[in-house]
T-cell receptor
Framework: DAKTTQPPSMDCAEGRAANLPCNHS???????VYWYRQIHSQGPQYIIH???NNETNEMASLIITEDRKSSTLILPHATLRDTAVYYC??????????FGQGTTLQVKP | EAQVTQNPRYLITVTGKKLTVTCSQN?????MSWYRQDPGLGLRQIYY???????DKGDVPEGYKVSRKEKRNFPLILESPSPNQTSLYFC????????????FGPGTRLTVT
């Protein structure tokens, strides 16, 4: 299975952009990277996914480097409700989501 | 409303007493799976099912059974629970194994004494 690497924790001021990095140098050229988050022991929630191009939806933006070795999830205007653990998830051929330790994002007032 | 439901949400039981955690989805999803979450170990897949009557082991299947007799339901069975199965359990579903978006249930917190 491919692997991803994320910083264990980050802080962000409320209203500012939160930029969460992920290294996924082992993902091959035609594999997606997925982002999920988990708010305090609730079920994980899908955020966004991407392959090559930058992606944006109502929750976040995903910037993928040209060499596809890393990506950054951007929450443009973080709120206190965005405090959660964010997971950058590599693909698997069984549908299994490989949750690492993720990045704990603390949004502060 | 599209959702995955789990029951019970909380359960305290004793070693060896068989229990079933139910999971149901109303989205006509083919793919369903179970995860457990433990401090320091993250979420790990227990079993998954690609369709009715098709199930397979995930990373930590020991001590668990599953069945998929209907598309919407995917119960997790602990025939003889032990304290090391104390955990937070999540059921998830999606249209297929390649679907980018999986929907998770609210979780079942199980304590085995």
């Amino acid at each position: 299975d491919a692997k991803t690497t994320q910083p264990p924790s980050m802080d962000c001021a409320e209203g500012r952009a939160a930029n969460l990095p992920c290294n996924h140098s082992t993902i091959s050229g035609n594999e997606y990277v997925y982002w999920y988050r988990q708010i305090h022991s609730q079920g994980p929630q899908y955020i966004i996914h991407g392959l090559k191009n930058n992606e944006t939806n109502e929750m976040a933006s995903l910037i993928i480097t040209e060499d596809r070795k890393s990506s950054t999830l951007i929450l443009p205007h973080a709120t206190l409700r965005d405090t959660a653990v964010y997971y950058c998830i590599p693909p698997s051929n069984t549908g299994k989501l490989i949750f690492g330790q993720g990045t704990t994002l603390q949004v502060k007032p | 409303e599209a959702q995955v439901t789990q029951n019970p949400r909380y359960l305290i039981t004793v070693t060896g007493k068989k229990l079933t955690v139910t999971c149901s989805q109303n989205m006509n999803h083919e793919y369903m799976s179970w995860y457990r979450q433990d401090p320091g170990l993250g979420l790990r897949q227990i079993y998954y099912s690609m369709n009715v009557e098709v199930t397979d082991k995930g990373d930590v299947p020991e001590g668990y059974k599953v069945s998929r007799k209907e598309k919407r339901n995917f119960p997790l069975i602990l025939e003889s629970p032990s304290p090391n199965q104390t955990s937070l359990y999540f059921c998830a579903s999606s249209f297929g194994r390649s679907s980018y978006e999986q929907y998770f249930g609210p979780g079942t917190r199980l304590t085995v004494t």
